[in-house]
């Protein structure tokens, strides 16, 4: 596997254990799990928030900007 950028590599590294754990949960763990690392990486991975408000405008585009928020931070 090839990675473009060592952010990348380590964003991986990263969901690799979390996509065993979450394998083994139940339906509603894995639901409550994903919410956390939602409000997680909503809080401190800046980057990411532009990119989901970006990609919430273009697939909702009639929806005010306090909308899409709400929406992104789940």
Request: net charge positive.
């Amino acid at each position: 596997m090839q990675f473009r950028t060592l952010k990348s590599l380590v964003e991986y590294l990263l969901f690799l254990p979390v996509n065993r754990i979450a394998r083994g949960l139940s339906y509603r763990g894995a639901g409550k799990l994903g919410s956390a690392l939602g409000w997680f990486v909503w809080r401190c991975a800046g980057y990411r928030k532009k990119i989901s408000l970006d990609n919430l405008t273009r697939a909702f585009p009639e929806k005010p900007e306090a909308e899409l928020r709400a929406i992104a931070e789940g």
